[in-house]
């Protein structure tokens, strides 16, 4: 038996196909060049227009995961905001400044500012990153009018577990990588100098950052105020 084609037993052939050995034609249906190109047009539109979403989201920051998540609401909710009858509210959270900081092995904390509420708002509007509605500044070490309001180690922590509500300009400042810390908690460290904690942007995502405290009044370092 030749295993290179596969007969098919002709009792097996549907009867409105071939009957008594008389072939019947099965009608087909026949595409217009009108309709061929329209099907053209359309698939060239569509290609065209998800690569033009695709640069979009690129050029906005999106990640494959963020636009994975775009859900229908919002998607209506975008063309609200477009049509002028929707409006952009920054999503607030809630951060949790009674909490320890973290502290790594063999740590200490030596001193940390204290709230008079340990629950706080914290959230990013355009390219500002707020609490309880107060703006959050970054100051130069070297200066010596800096706020009497430096952040504590807890911030830190929440803005590297949510790195979206980070100001973009703290990627970069005068054109230079800033490394932002956290002055308003100082930890001990293991061979027992004082530290402070803070982070950088290494031109993909944000670090963790520590320096001693006395060689912070270095260039492109500043303290995270309110």
């Known amino acids: 038996m030749n295993t290179d084609t596969l007969e098919i037993p002709s009792n097996e052939i549907p009867s409105n196909i071939e009957a008594q050995g008389d072939r019947q034609d099965v009608p087909t249906a026949q595409a217009s060049d009108m309709d061929i190109n329209r099907v053209r047009f359309k698939c060239s539109f569509a290609f065209q227009l998800a690569e033009n979403l695709a640069d979009a989201f690129f050029d906005a920051g999106f990640s494959s995961a963020e636009v994975a998540g775009i859900s229908v609401d919002r998607l209506k909710e975008f063309k609200g ?55 959050v ?71 963790p950052d520590v320096i001693w405290t006395d060689s912070l009044g270095q260039q492109d370092f500043y303290y995270a105020v309110m």
């Open 137 to 207: 500044r970054c100051v130069p070490t070297t200066d010596k009018k800096k706020s009497s309001s430096p952040l504590p180690a807890q911030v830190l922590d929440y803005l590297l577990a949510h790195p979206y509500l980070i100001p973009d300009s703290w990627k970069r400042m005068e054109g230079h990588t800033p490394h932002i810390f956290f002055e308003g908690t100082v930890f001990k460290h293991n061979t027992g100098g004082d530290v402070v904690r803070g982070m950088y942007h290494d031109g993909e995502r944000y670090k």
């Open 81 to 135: 905001l477009l049509r002028g009858y929707g409006r952009i509210e920054p999503v607030r959270f809630n951060i949790n400044l009674g909490v320890d900081p973290f502290l790594p092995e063999g740590w200490a904390i030596q001193s940390s500012r204290m709230y008079s509420s340990h629950s706080s708002i914290i959230y990013r509007e355009g390219d500002g990153l707020y609490i309880n509605s107060r703006l």
